[in-house]
């Protein structure tokens, strides 16, 4: 049996493992389909992620050093590669009452052939319906980001709304924002595959902001007025000064993207201290939500596994490449690490 595996940074192996038999409480998956996480699980596999050498203390609401002896955050060799998985349960344990062999299911879980997880009272074990198509199954993180960041973003209908960033969270955001009642959707990518299936998907429009000036085209698009809402999710330290520079005055810049240290550049003293733009830090995975008690972490999960499985949200064309579980290490490095511009959301498929 195999597993994929950070062996070292920015290196991804098949590495073998032993597999077991399920405790009382568990359920083994026979994995068909998975998919790794584009955004943080990238910056951890190049070992930049903060988690290294510090923790983020919960009770001080800060990072703050690990102790002295202590392992880091990433330990290369174990860090286990992958996001979510689908597949069949082929075992159960003697506890275990809601689900039955042979049932399809989506979970999180690592890519490796076989995943065993807990199966009481775990409401991200997802039965999977009839008929419901794996690519949005595996969609189910993303879109989780998704939708906090249209909402914390407050997307009314009749609003324009830019949407920075079309890898899956974007996508699936513009999705979001035209179903909301957006009036104007705008895509911004410098990728023409991406903004081509944006189109598809609900944007009315869509720039390369490496060959515009992305602040004044919003502003001529909008007859000077700018922006109701700015989804950002590239973390480029540019695409956040043309968000402050396209926004409209008061508006919303919900930042989603899981930012890494911005160069010289990013300027506070140009649009941003004049367009009174108000800029939210978004994460879905965040409590208390900023709409708790009525939304926590648990709602947006159930709000975006119904979307997915009726439907409402289509992500055959953001799963892309697919490749096998035999290819996956060196797909992983080409398409997630050394050449994201190759990919969306890359999704792996078991041969079986």
């Not at 073998?16 to 389909?33: A, T």
């Not at 996480?37 to 800060?62: A, L, S």
Request: aromatic share 8%; hydrophobic share 40%; proline share 5%.
């Amino acid at each position: 049996m195999k597993k994929l595996v950070a062996v070292e940074p920015r290196k991804a192996a098949l590495v073998e493992y032993e597999d077991r038999h399920v405790q009382p409480n568990e359920v083994k998956i026979d994995v068909d389909f998975a998919a790794p996480k584009h955004g943080t699980e990238v910056i951890d596999f190049r070992g930049q992620t903060p988690f290294m050498g510090e923790n983020f203390n919960e009770e001080w609401r800060m990072f703050m050093p690990r102790e002295e002896g202590s392992a880091p955050g990433i330990v290369f060799g174990e860090f286990q590669l992958g996001n979510m998985v689908v597949g069949k349960i082929v075992e159960i344990g003697s506890d275990v009452t809601e689900y039955q062999v042979g049932e399809t299911v989506c979970t999180y879980g690592p890519i490796m052939e076989t995943v065993i997880v807990n199966a009481i009272n775990n409401h991200r074990l997802r039965k999977m319906p009839e008929g419901a198509k794996w690519q949005n199954a595996v969609c189910y993180d993303p879109a989780q980001f998704a939708l906090s960041g249209v909402r914390d973003a407050h997307v009314r209908a009749g609003d324009v709304v830019v949407i920075v960033g079309l890898g899956a969270i974007g996508q699936i955001a513009i999705q979001l924002a035209k179903k909301a009642g957006a009036s104007i959707v705008v895509g911004v990518d410098p990728i023409e595959h991406r903004c081509e299936i944006a189109l598809r998907n609900g944007a009315d429009v869509c720039f390369d902001p490496t060959s515009c000036d992305l602040g004044y085209e919003v502003k001529k698009l909008t007859n000077k007025m700018g922006a109701d809402s700015i989804i950002e999710t590239s973390g480029n330290a540019a695409a956040l000064q043309d968000a402050l520079k396209g926004i409209a005055y008061g508006g919303i810049i919900s930042y989603v993207a899981f930012g890494k240290s911005f160069p010289a550049g990013l300027n506070f003293g140009r649009e941003a201290h004049f367009n009174n733009a108000k800029i939210v830090f978004s994460r879905a995975a965040s409590e208390p939500n900023p709409d708790y008690p009525r939304w926590n972490r648990k709602r947006i999960e159930d709000t975006c596994w119904e979307l997915l499985m009726n439907g409402y949200l289509n992500c055959e064309d953001i799963i892309q490449p697919i490749v096998t579980f035999e290819t996956s290490a060196e797909a992983y490095m080409e398409y997630v690490d050394q050449h994201p511009e190759l990919s969306i959301k890359m999704g792996i498929e078991y041969k079986k």
